[in-house]
């Protein structure tokens, strides 16, 4: 079974300091990896994904996340962390689709904090 | 136009009743699901359609029975509410994977549901 875990339920930094959200998976067959935000009471927004092309991928909001299978991560990264920035964040993993969908299985998410 | 919408966004009711949540999506997509996401935040699917056919069922108590009348809908009626199955729902679509297109997922914006 696939499965996903996030490392640190809780990340606080600085504003204008790198943001390191850590994600590490586990799947029998190559995976296609997800990094979604949830701001408060907001639904799923979608910041990036892989699914099998570039290993290092830009997502919006200026974060970029990379595929690394030889150990099995895919750890969000951004620069210069804004206030903005503060919400919750999950990592996702999935098959690759073949026809009739494929669910999403998520980690247990991480509050980011983002400090004056 | 809201691309996935859900309704209604809170819902307020005692144990025991039936209630019903409403998801619609405009964007053609083939799969729609319906993920839980409990009081920690933990996101599980529940169930999954494509093309009004049941794919997926996560071992989710009879209590709770979706119903697809087209391709774009995908509802949920849950009977005999009890105080555990309040949470926040989130409806979500993907589209099957054809050549030259991304595969992903959009996520409604949620139904808080708390059983008093």
């Known amino acids: 079974a696939q499965s996903v875990t996030q490392l640190g339920s809780h990340v606080s930094v600085s504003e204008g300091a790198l943001v390191l959200l850590r994600c590490n998976y586990s799947?029998?067959?190559?995976?296609?990896l997800f990094w979604y935000v949830q701001y408060p009471n907001q639904g799923l927004q979608l910041l990036l994904k892989?699914?099998?092309?570039?290993?290092l991928v830009k997502g919006i909001n200026g974060f970029e996340a990379e595929f690394k299978k030889s150990e099995t991560s895919f750890h969000l990264t951004k620069p210069s962390a804004h206030m903005s920035d503060a919400a919750e964040y999950f990592c996702?993993?999935?098959?690759?689709?073949?026809?009739?969908?494929?669910?999403?299985?998520f980690g247990t998410g991480t509050q980011l904090k983002v400090e004056l | 136009d809201t691309a996935v919408s859900q309704t209604p966004k809170y819902l307020v009711t005692q144990m025991g009743n039936d209630k019903s949540i409403k998801c619609e999506q405009n964007?053609?997509?083939?799969?729609m699901y319906w993920y839980k996401q409990d009081s920690k935040k933990f996101l599980k699917i529940m169930f999954s359609?494509?093309?009004?056919?049941?794919?997926i069922n996560e071992t989710v108590p009879n209590r709770f029975s979706p119903k697809s009348p087209d391709k774009a809908h995908l509802n949920l009626h849950i009977n005999s509410l009890e105080l555990g199955d309040s949470a926040v729902y989130f409806c979500?679509?993907?589209?099957?994977?054809?050549?030259?297109?991304?595969?992903?997922?959009?996520f409604g914006s949620g139904t808080r549901l708390t059983v008093v």
């Open positions: 979500a679509s993907s589209q099957d994977p054809r050549p030259g297109q991304g595969y992903g997922y959009t």
């Open positions: 799947s029998s067959v190559p995976p296609y």
């Open positions: 892989y699914t099998s092309a570039a290993t």
């Open positions: 996702a993993v999935s098959d690759q689709p073949t026809g009739g969908g494929n669910k999403l299985t």
């Open positions: 964007l053609g997509h083939d799969t």
């Open positions: 359609y494509n093309n009004k056919e049941l794919i």
